[in-house]
């Protein structure tokens, strides 16, 4: 099982560019996670799918972010227009039952 | 109010000893999940150990041990014969609802252990 797979795994870009995050969930979960990691405000939930439908976004920051879930077996999440303060890890997490949560390596961003 | 508390910013510990790094948890639903996570320096969120709340004994995973409290809402993860490579970010996190996939954990600030030789 080759786990969460998150693209790119480094991301800088200047401030107004759009920027796509990727993930791959684990094959057979349902269930797939955006979470944003800063210094400041540590590890918060963006928005998450169950089988495809998202469910709770209310962790958006603003309408520059967006996300999708096409199938079950790939989720995008986008920023358009980055500022400088969207700088952070982005982790993308899925799971089965609710016992287990697996976690992507993380897309960190630089906007610049 | 938030629902995962972890007061220790930073925990300092020698190897070998055993480190006790706390958190305490807000809900009002009586089924719940109790999770910990490590994050080493290379950033990755590795899963240590579970806890549900209608489990009778604590969580345990090899040098890992959860101390479950429910009446004191509070789930500490024990760490057993620290090693260096123990030296990380820990954090605490709880899912509401009974084992249910389809819902978000919520996560605590986190504690930076330092293991020194």
């Known amino acids: 099982d080759a786990g969460v797979i998150q693209s790119p795994r480094h991301e800088v870009t200047e401030m107004g560019q759009e920027v796509t995050l990727r993930c791959k969930p684990i094959s057979g979960h349902n269930s797939l996670f955006w979470y944003r990691q800063t210094m400041m405000r540590g590890l918060e939930l963006l928005i998450y799918?169950?089988?495809?439908?998202?469910?709770?976004d209310s962790g958006m920051p603003e309408d520059r972010f967006s996300a999708k879930m096409p199938n079950a077996s790939f989720s995008t999440l986008k920023i358009q227009p980055s500022e400088p303060r969207d700088s952070a890890v982005y982790f993308c997490a899925s799971s089965q039952t609710g016992r287990g949560y697996t976690f992507g390596s993380g897309t960190r961003l630089t906007v610049v | 109010a938030q629902k995962i508390t972890q007061t220790q910013p930073g925990m300092f510990v020698q190897e070998k000893e055993a480190v006790t790094l706390d958190c305490t948890y807000d809900?009002?639903?009586?089924?719940?999940?109790l999770f910990w996570y490590k994050q080493p320096s290379s950033g990755e969120m590795i899963f240590l150990i579970y806890?549900?709340?209608?489990?009778?004994q604590n969580a345990t995973e090899g040098r890992y041990s959860l101390n479950f409290q429910k009446a004191r809402k509070s789930a500490n993860l024990v760490i057993s014969a620290s090693q260096l490579g123990d030296s990380a970010m820990y954090f605490c996190?709880?899912?509401?609802?009974?084992?249910?996939?389809?819902?978000?954990?919520?996560f605590g600030k986190g504690t930076t252990l330092s293991v020194s030789s």
């Open positions: 806890q549900g709340s209608y489990d009778q």
């Open positions: 799918f169950n089988n495809n439908v998202p469910i709770d």
């Open positions: 996190a709880m899912r509401e609802g009974f084992n249910q996939a389809g819902t978000a954990l919520i």
């Open positions: 809900t009002s639903d009586p089924s719940y999940g």
